[in-house]
């Protein structure tokens, strides 16, 4: 089984968002160190708590502070972009990091109607035209624009010796049809959504066409996992982000995530109760040996032999120590 870390770049409560970033850098080099696969970094927009617009910007950062392991986004959101500004982007970073680029994709806005509008004229026409905007994209990290083609001539430069690797990421039939016809590799984020997760890998594969990328459908799990000490100690943790998702949909929440003894006495009504529930049942929480199990049983059921892992808790210091757990019982050193 391969690890990898998925990176919201988190802001805690009482921490500025350059603490937040540095802590990102100094945990990409721990992973590294632990022997994890990958690193991506998400992107959203203007949602207190996130601290990550660019991903390639703090990737750029990561890569000059790590040797081996893989960087990437998890994922720009291309329906704000033009697909030619990311190929230049991410082709400049794979000039310098080669051999080590991610490209991961969405159609996510990442962000709120109002930060849509700013992003870019029409997010809906953008959003409908993501498949075109994906084979554009394709063809500006090949170079491979037919003769007629009115980019033919262009190059996203720097051209790298090893073009970054191209992902898609999503939880939808859309997302997984797309990856899937067009031969790339997915990544399912259950930790968002667990049963359109389950529809939208059995769609991949079920519309998957070999490819110069793939021979073979490639799934990554992405997985929200809490590995304490006990079990306790991990729903304890896990509280925080949960209390933390239910105030940021009632407009609060905008100090960043909490420290664990407000989540635990934090009042919930009926319907939190139940969206917390919902949420829980998103997350593989518990020790050791109860999380290798859970992450072994769902890799089975994904048939993925990578996960990537999401870990949201407050203190750096128990986010740290659940992923170091994890290397140590996966053996991933």
Known sequence: MKLSILDQVVQSRCQTPQEAIEESIQLAQLAEEWGYHRYWVAEHHDLPGLCCPAPDLILSLIGSKTNRIRIGS????????KPYTIAERYHL?????????????????????????????????SIYQM?????????FLSND?????????????????????PWILGTSKKSAELAGSLGLPYAVGHFMNKTSSEEAVKTYRDHFQPSKYLDKPKVILAVSVICGETDKQAEDMARSGQIWSIERTSGKGNEGLPPVTYAKQYSLDETEKEVQIQLREQQIVGDAKSVREQINTLAHAYQSNECIVLTNVHSFNERIASYQRLASIFELT
Do not use: W
């Not at 794979?94 to 709120?112: E, H, K």
């Not at 498949?131 to 063809?139: G, S, W």
């Not at 980019?151 to 790298?160: D, F, I, T």
């Open 74 to 81: 998890g994922a720009v959101l291309l329906p704000n972009y």
């Open 93 to 125: 970073l794979a000039t310098l990091y080669p051999g080590r680029v991610d490209l991961g994709v969405s159609r996510s806005p990442g962000g709120s109607a109002e930060a849509s509008q700013a992003l870019t004229d029409n997010m809906l026409q």
């Open 131 to 139: 498949p075109a905007k994906v084979e554009e994209l394709l063809h």
């Open 145 to 165: 624009f037919p003769e007629n083609h009115i980019y033919s001539s262009l190059k996203a430069a720097p051209v790298p010796e090893v073009s970054p690797s």
